[in-house]
Nanobody
Framework: QVQLVESGGGLVQPGGSLRLSCAAS????????MGWYRQAPGKQRELVAA???????DYADSMKDRFIIFRDNAKNTVYLEMNNLKPEDTAVYYC?????????WGQGTQVTVSS
């Protein structure tokens, strides 16, 4: 199994920035895929950004110019740098890992963008 622990959420004003962290219990090099998803109230969970074990990345179109996903293999941690945040970015953000064809999710971290 893979345990994932997210952190870094909080309240931020529009235009501000936040960095989310997802610490994995296994070496990132052994995990095929790690991604950040989000779910706003009344909406379906959606992909924000993902990074494969080889380093390739993928982003939702509406976020590719503002968000950056990157990892620190030494810390077994994947990060999501979020810039120019908007009220519509308010959601619970979840980390997902795919390991040995199984999907694992973190508990989520709340991001609220409001003045």
């Amino acid at each position: 199994q893979v345990q994932l622990v997210e952190s870094g959420g909080g309240l931020v004003q529009p235009g501000g920035s936040l960095r989310l962290s997802c610490a994995a219990s296994k070496r990132l090099s052994s995990i095929n895929y790690m991604g950040w998803y989000r779910q706003a109230p009344g909406k379906q969970r959606e992909l924000v950004a993902a990074i494969a074990s080889g380093g390739s990345t993928d982003y939702a179109d509406s976020m590719k110019d503002r968000f950056i996903i990157f990892r620190d293999n030494a810390k077994n941690t994947v990060y999501l740098e979020m810039n120019n945040l908007k009220p519509e970015d308010t959601a619970v953000y979840y980390c997902k890992a795919t390991w040995l064809q199984h999907a694992y999710w973190g508990q989520g971290t709340q991001v609220t963008v409001s003045s």
